[in-house]
């Protein structure tokens, strides 16, 4: 898909940046946003405040900061956690690190965290008023920004960004109103191709199980699917053609152990050879990239160098490389290997064959249920390896089960090799994309201001359960009711452009309302067995049914749009019903004088939320101060319309008629 440029641009004065759009700003990035250091380490003090660390892996590793991840535990003084617990916007750099291209890694905050407290090597850049945080993030993605940071860093052993580096690096940006544009652009975008690069990863992964399956077939079973089987009395293995045997390892090789390294030999004789480290020595292949040398006594080099054919093991290592053989063919010449390698010398058997027992479900699971293990990482002695039971048919079969496994692993490591490699340029177009977009080398708001369309659509009626499930089911709570479910339906609908909902709403004293959309929903969510609405006094509930959450298989569809939908859930969903109300009819109030192609200052849109004339007269009853806080707080969060959808109609009501009831109990 290829998108517009702006139609003026103008020299931007960097010559990594180029041109920016004539609109836009250059400015240092302390204009647009406070940035300042944490102090805060990993110790725990008694006399401080208990608290969650986010650390610098934490921001390494994520993309986004959020409530549910898995944080270490430390404490902060008051003062420290008052100015470094993560809220909403802020963006989390990486400002420490071992090279300069890991500066300036970032995370994204979406929400406040109250009890999460930024660690130590991190900095916080927090937007100002006219600044959107998810903007900022994403210029810290981008290419240009990352370039400043390394050319900025200082240091020898370890580089860092000063304060001073932090603040002064340069950035483009325009009004927040089309930062906010960009930033849910990117949002939809980059959901998208994240889909299809998790889709890919699964195939690598199918790819290599299908590898894996092919080969516990092959040495357990055999090519001939006739053959009569016999039980091998072992339950790993299973059946064994009847013709084939169970042979231990030790008596089919010699395992041999290496040469440990840093030995002092005194006054004898010594001579330089080739040595061969666990780093060498990989699941499934040797890397002699970088193979050093040892000294040893020339006696030494008869007994432990290397022959054609030998498989070496590392002793330890991750579960799922544990025993998968590398066959050396005497690649250098005199070469002996380290310690912690065994080598395994065959007498008349194949080393493509015990690779093959070795690395197939049969030899790992012998290998993990023997190991030593601690967290992620076992080890394995030489007397279990000796110990490897080998189904073992005869050599002609052997040879015919190699050859058809190697042509079939070779097929299957080149689909996974190409896989890879899209996955790779996936990644790239990622990047350039969020590049493009945050420095105006593409203008997407015209893309914000359409409808979002699927090829797949949902009726109306289904599309409103499927987004009242999904909001009961994340949101529901004591303060869930029917006006409140209402206002976070319809933000969800205009403001995720989700335009299959195509609600009908009239301007009514609670805001925007649909009740021809709402008597449906009640009646589908309990028909779908979702959700049942139930009278509890003077207020409607949702209690959960059966299958409850089953909705969510539908949710795929809503794959553009659910990251805004995300976004009204998260700031909104403990919201109280009159919280939502302000802000559904503010909303409702905005997005009707864009769509009339009116006036859509600060003064316009209070005056259209407000007022008896232009919407409900319990309206006024909301003092104007809080219309005004609820304004900033929308701008501020980014929750800002485009004109999309349809109108909300006025409704009859005039002033001086009797109240409607506006609201239900809090």
């Not at 999460?116 to 927090?126: D, E, N, Q, T």
């Not at 990117?186 to 990863?201: F, G, P, S």
């Not at 969060?637 to 109240?659: E, F, M, N």
């Amino acid at each position: 898909m290829s998108f517009p440029h702006y139609e003026r641009y103008k020299d931007s004065g960097m010559e990594w940046l180029g041109e920016v759009p004539e609109h836009w700003q250059v400015n240092r990035l302390k204009q647009i946003a406070d940035v300042f250091p944490s102090n805060v380490d990993k110790k725990e003090y008694a006399d401080e405040v208990p608290v969650r660390l986010c650390n610098y892996t934490d921001v390494y590793y994520n993309d986004v900061i959020t409530a549910d991840m898995e944080l270490m535990k430390a404490t902060a003084s008051q003062e420290q956690v008052d100015k470094f617990t993560l809220r909403s916007g802020d963006t989390i750099l990486t400002k420490d690190s071992e090279t300069a291209d890991d500066i300036a890694i970032s995370a994204y905050v979406p929400n406040d965290l109250p009890g999460v407290v930024c660690g130590y090597h991190l900095s916080i850049a927090r937007p100002k008023p006219d600044a959107v945080g998810a903007f900022i993030k994403r210029v810290f993605d981008a290419a240009y920004i990352r370039a400043q940071a390394e050319v900025a860093a200082n240091g020898l052993t370890r580089v860092g960004l000063s304060q001073y580096a932090l603040d002064n690096l340069l950035v483009a940006y325009p009004n927040r109103n089309e930062q906010s544009q960009i930033a849910q652009f990117l949002d939809r975008e980059t959901l998208k191709i994240d889909a299809l690069i998790e889709e890919q990863q699964r195939l690598i992964e199918f790819l290599k199980e299908k590898r894996q399956a092919a080969i516990f077939h092959a040495v357990t079973k055999g090519l001939n699917s006739n053959t009569q089987m016999v039980d091998s009395e072992i339950g790993w293995i299973g059946l064994i053609p009847s013709h084939w045997r169970i042979v231990r390892l030790r008596l089919l090789a010699d395992v041999r152990g290496g040469v440990a390294k840093g030995r002092n030999f005194g006054e004898a004789e010594t001579v330089q050879v080739p040595y061969l480290r666990v780093a060498n020595v990989q699941a499934g292949y040797l890397d002699l990239g970088d193979v050093t040398e040892i000294e040893i006594e020339p006696h030494e080099l008869e007994r432990y160098r290397l022959l054609p054919g030998d498989v070496l093991m590392n002793e330890g290592g991750d579960f799922d490389k544990l025993g998968r053989g590398a066959i050396w063919r005497g690649q250098i010449e005199d070469c002996i290997h380290q310690n912690h390698v065994f080598s395994v010398r065959l007498h008349d058997v194949e080393p493509e064959w015990v690779t093959l027992v070795s690395s197939s479900d049969c030899g790992r699971f012998y290998f993990m249920t023997r190991s030593k293990q601690s967290t992620n990482l076992a080890s394995i002695s030489s007397s279990n390896l000796r110990e490897l039971p080998v189904p073992l048919p005869p050599k002609n079969e052997r040879r015919a089960i190699i050859e058809k496994v190697t042509a079939h692993n070779k097929a299957v490591d080149a689909l996974i090799e190409d896989t890879a490699r899209a996955i790779e340029l996936m990644q790239e177009r990622r990047n350039a994309l969020i590049s493009a977009a945050v420095t105006g080398k593409i203008d997407v708001r015209a893309s914000m201001e359409k409808p979002i369309m699927s090829a797949t659509q949902y009726s109306s009626g289904f599309a409103h359960q499927l987004l009242a499930a999904e909001i009961l089911d994340r949101c529901n709570s004591q303060r869930m009711g029917r006006i409140k479910l209402q206002k976070l339906i319809h933000l969800c609908e205009y403001h995720g452009q989700v335009s299959e909902v195509q609600g009908d709403y009239s301007r009514k004293a609670a805001g925007p309302f649909d009740a021809k959309a709402m008597a449906g929903i009640s009646k589908n969510l309990k028909k779908q067995k979702w959700f049942e609405e139930v009278k509890e006094g003077e207020r409607y509930v949702y209690r959960p049914l059966e299958k409850r959450g089953e909705h969510k298989k539908y949710l795929a569809h809503w794959q553009a749009e659910m990251p805004r939908i995300d976004e009204v859930l998260s700031l909104l969903g403990n919201f109280r019903t009159r919280e939502c109300e302000i802000v559904s009819t503010l909303y409702a109030a905005w997005n009707d004088l864009l769509i009339d192609g009116g006036l859509a200052d600060d003064a316009t849109i209070l005056h259209e939320a407000s007022s008896a004339e232009r919407w409900h007269k319990s309206k006024e009853q909301i003092a104007p101060e809080r219309w005004k806080k609820a304004l900033q707080w929308m701008k501020d969060k980014g929750l800002v319309p485009v004109g999309y959808g349809k109108h909300t109609r006025h409704t009859a009501v005039q002033i001086g008629t009797a109240p409607e009831v506006a609201h239900e109990p809090a």
